[in-house]
């Protein structure tokens, strides 16, 4: 059993910085990979970033790849998402996944424990 907690959503202009965190706790963390995933209401969720345990990445476009950064802190369970440069389109409930896998994998049907989510909102 994994649990995973989100902070560090809010309102930002476009152009500005949201740094997010997703806390996990669990006797599996050592094995999982750990990811991001965004969703707008009434919309499929979107993958966004991912890292394994080992600190191979993965992101969901090369656009997210030149203004997201992915990382963890084994040490303190954590992993983060540095998004800079946001756009009004990265506006959605941001939610923090596990998979249990040694890849940083993109799909969303290896991903078994989620959070309860962080909204960022980008706007003018």
């Known amino acids: 059993q994994v649990t995973l907690v989100e902070s560090g959503g809010g309102s930002v202009q476009p152009g500005g910085s949201l740094k997010l965190s997703c806390v996990a706790s669990?006797?599996?963390?050592?094995?999982?990979?750990l990811g991001w995933f965004r969703q707008l209401p009434g919309l499929k969720q979107e993958f966004v970033a991912a890292?394994?345990?080992?600190?191979?990445?993965?992101y969901g476009s090369e656009d997210m790849k030149r203004r997201f950064t992915i990382s963890r802190d084994n040490a303190k369970n954590t992993m983060y998402l540095q998004m800079n440069n946001l756009k009004i389109e990265d506006t959605a409930e941001y939610y923090c996944?596990?998979?249990?896998?040694?890849?940083?994998?993109?799909?969303?049907?290896?991903?078994?424990?989620w959070g309860q989510g962080t909204q960022v909102t980008v706007s003018n």
């Open positions: 996944a596990a998979a249990t896998s040694y890849l940083a994998t993109m799909n969303i049907k290896d991903y078994t424990y």
């Open positions: 669990g006797r599996a963390y050592g094995t999982i990979a």
């Open positions: 890292v394994a345990w080992s600190g191979s990445t993965s």
